[in-house]
Nanobody, 115 residues
């Protein structure tokens, strides 16, 4: 079992930046994959960014060049740095971990981008 605690959401104007944080209940170095998903009203949840234990990253096409997923092992925290935010980035963002074929979810944090 892995608990994930997120923070950092909020309201920002288009073009602005936010940084989301996610702290798991176990060491990040022991987790295979950490990811950020998002779900906008009336839409399916989608994968935004993934970071593997080996350091590989994958991004949703629409956020490439604007979002960066990273981790700080000393703080046991994964981040999603979001720059040049657009209204279409508005959603609830979820931190997720994948370990031994089991996926765990955080509670979600709201990101709202005003035009």
């Amino acid at each position: 079992q892995v608990q994930l605690v997120e923070s950092g959401g909020g309201l920002v104007q288009a073009g602005g930046s936010l940084r989301l944080s996610c702290t798991p209940s176990r060491k990040i170095s022991s987790i295979n994959t950490m990811s950020w998903f998002r779900q906008a009203p009336g839409k399916q949840r989608e994968l935004v960014a993934t970071l593997t234990s080996g350091g590989s990253t994958v991004y949703l096409d629409s956020v490439k060049g604007r979002f960066t997923i990273s981790r700080d092992n000393a703080k046991n925290t994964v981040y999603l740095q979001m720059n040049s935010l657009k209204p279409e980035d508005t959603a609830v963002y979820y931190c997720s971990s994948l370990q031994d074929s089991r996926r765990y979810w955080g509670q979600g944090t709201q990101v709202t981008v005003s035009s």
